[in-house]
Every structure is written in C-alpha cells, then in structure tokens.
C-alpha cells in the first residue's frame, strides 16, 4: 500500500509526513512517500494533498508541477483511488477559489472557496483550538476521535458547496429534507 504526500511546494510536508509515518507504522498501513515525481503518483494507492498558502499560488504551483497534476487527476478520476487534501489542498477540490482572484479549483465538489465573513466579533484569520463536529464517528478517517475532537485551525476562507447536503451525503448522512 503506497501513500503519497504530493510535494508541489506549496504544503506544509513535514508534520503531514510525520503524522501518516506514524499510522503507517501503528496500522501496518504500508509506505508513506513525499515526492514530486509524477510517475511515483500514478502508482500511488492513496493520495494526500497538503495546501499552505492562497489558494491561487497553490492552484497554479500545482498545475505546473511537472506531469504530477495530470498524474493525481487520472489516479483519482479514473483509477478511483482515495484523496485527502489538507487545508489549502482541500480547498483545492472545489470548482472555483475567490481568494485575491477567481481561479479554478479542481471542480470536484461543485462549489467555492470564500473568504469568512466573522459574525459578532470574531477574528479573521481564524486562528486557534476548537472542537470538530463529527457527523459519523465510525469513518475510517475520523474513527477513534470521538465526537468533538479539538483541532488546531489556522484560515480565512472556506468552501461553501452549492448543495450544503454534499457534505453530510459524503459521510454517510442523509441530507435534510430542505436546503438552507
């Protein structure tokens, strides 16, 4: 089982490095590799893409990464492998980013990606230790973290889906009968 860590200057490598070497050694999950190497992608099992920064310079050092952007599509595309990405590489999975400028995402989830727009006095960036809301306890990728696990967040944009309930059928829960 290979698990790559796509490297396309633009991520913060070492600590995701650091925490899939951990599950690999804990879970028998295999080989965990941090490369640029297109090739090395195409044969890759599961895909992590880390994101740090805007997203228009990560939406553009990826595309001109060599052939590694064409190679994580088809990989996902067609051979249907699994995808993660983390923050910014995450952000990167919707159809259009709005930060400084418009720029296409990778147009998997069909939404954008937004600036927030704090309510009362919140700050922006948002920056801090705050508790997951998590929806199915029992995913794979969640699973061992309990119902509101604290997490350290550091951003000022979101994605927004243009169908809210994209994010609850992607976990396994229906979605509500009325759209917000």
Not at 90 to 117: F, H
Not at 132 to 143: E, G, I, S
Request: charged share 20%; hydrophobic share 40%.
């Amino acid at each position: 089982m290979l698990t790559v860590l796509i490297d396309y200057a633009a991520g913060n490598l070492h600590s995701a490095e650091k925490a899939f070497q951990r599950m690999a050694r804990e879970t028998d999950g295999g080989t965990v590799v941090v490369t640029s190497d297109a090739d090395v992608v195409a044969r890759a099992d599961r895909i992590v893409l880390p994101g740090d920064g805007a997203f228009p310079a990560c939406a553009a050092a990826l595309r001109g990464h060599g052939g590694v952007y064409d190679a994580m599509r088809e990989a996902v595309e067609v051979k249907g492998r699994p995808f993660l990405g983390i923050c910014v590489g995450m952000q990167l999975m919707a159809r259009v980013g709005r930060e400084y400028e418009d720029t296409e995402g990778l147009g998997w989830i069909d939404g954008e990606v937004v600036r927030i727009t704090p309510q009362a006095t919140l700050k922006v960036p948002h920056m801090g230790w705050n508790a997951l809301n998590v929806r199915d306890t029992t995913h794979p990728l969640v699973a061992g973290f309990g119902e509101t696990p604290y997490v350290y967040f550091v951003h000022s944009y979101h994605l927004r889906p243009s169908d809210p309930a994209v994010c609850r059928q992607s976990s396994g829960i229906p979605a509500p009968a009325s759209s917000q």
